[in-house]
Nanobody
């Protein structure tokens, strides 16, 4: 089972990025999936989750209204649309799912310059 995160990059404050997590080896269509992030010197934190039915929740007040999590079960892929990026969003972003086991993607770096 592999989760392949992609879409990160170096952007300026106010820009947008769309992260993708493509899963293989297991169908995640019946499981909730998430995005976490870890900034330098800080612990990994949950950013957003989406249930198997498509119900999204945002764990961080700082991203509400700016980030949107979505999924495409036919592609076994989930996304994080990030708009109005801020320097404090700089982190490595990890996709995750607890599908009987904790599966993690390898992380994709997002750097926002102010």
């Amino acid at each position: 089972v592999q989760l392949q995160a992609s879409g990160g990059g170096l952007v300026q404050a106010g820009d947008s990025l769309r992260l993708s997590c493509a899963a293989s080896g297991l169908s995640f269509s019946n499981y909730a999936v998430d995005w976490f992030r870890q900034a330098p010197g800080r612990e990994r934190e949950l950013v957003a989750s989406i249930s198997w039915k498509g119900e999204s929740t945002y764990n961080l007040d700082s991203v509400k209204g700016r980030f949107a999590i979505s999924r495409d079960n036919a592609k076994n892929t989930w996304y994080l649309q990030m708009n109005s990026l801020k320097s404090e969003d700089t982190a490595i972003y990890y996709c995750h799912s607890k599908a009987g086991w904790h599966y993690w993607g390898q992380g994709t770096q997002v750097t926002v310059s102010s």
